[in-house]
């Protein structure tokens, strides 16, 4: 049997991907945890074989980013990523991380085995896209990656010459990427647009 540590904030999603392991005949839940951050102390204590690590956890713990501390010092040890979130850079930060798949949470549990199956074969198995978003009269699609930047910027709290200095551009410049912005999606305030997009999850403050 395959030994998976199961790191998820919500009861709900821990007992339904524990009701997944249960129906499967190759896999067995050896630890469930609501916290990224303890996530390495228990891959030193418990024979771990397979990690399904959610981005955001408890105490807004990162993910992604202890699935990084546990693949330098546990490389043998497979993560997935999975995340309910659409946030657009989270595919890149994941196989930056070296995690070995990631896994949209809405697709269903079948697809989830497949990609444990996969992964455990040395596969990575990760998606093309992101979900497409609305963001207002604008799907997540049609903004450019500097407009990304921008927006991403802004969920932070950034004021607009602190854009400026982070992407190396003018302020001018922020204020016209803001102004496309309000176009595209139909806000017309920084609030309302910054509301919105952290509604939908598809930029997470402080993360």
Not at 187 to 207: C, E, H, M, Q, W
Request: negative net charge; hydrophobic residues 45%.
């Amino acid at each position: 049997m395959i030994n998976v540590l199961l790191v998820e904030d919500t009861k709900m999603g821990r007992d339904c991907i524990a009701g997944y392991l249960r129906d499967s005949d190759r896999y067995v839940l050896s630890a469930a945890i609501t916290n990224a951050a303890m996530a390495e102390t228990v891959c030193l204590h418990t024979p771990i074989d397979l990690i399904l690590m959610d981005y955001c956890t408890e105490n807004d713990e990162d993910g992604i980013a202890a699935a990084a501390v546990i693949k330098r010092r546990m490389p043998h040890i497979k993560i997935i990523i999975i995340t309910g979130m659409a946030s657009t850079d989270l595919i890149d930060r994941a196989r930056a991380a070296g995690a070995d798949s990631f896994w949209y949470k809405e697709t269903g549990d079948q697809e989830l085995l497949a990609v444990m199956d996969r992964t455990m074969e040395g596969r990575s198995v990760y998606p093309d896209t992101t979900p497409v978003i609305r963001i207002g009269t604008a799907r997540s699609t049609d903004l450019t990656p500097m407009q990304l930047s921008v927006l991403r910027l802004m969920v932070q709290g950034c004021s607009n010459p602190a854009i400026a200095k982070e992407l190396h551009i003018s302020v001018d410049d922020v204020k016209w990427h803001i102004k496309g912005l309000y176009d595209k999606t139909g806000y017309n305030s920084r609030v309302t647009l910054v509301g919105a997009v952290i509604k939908k999850d598809f930029i997470v403050p402080g993360l």
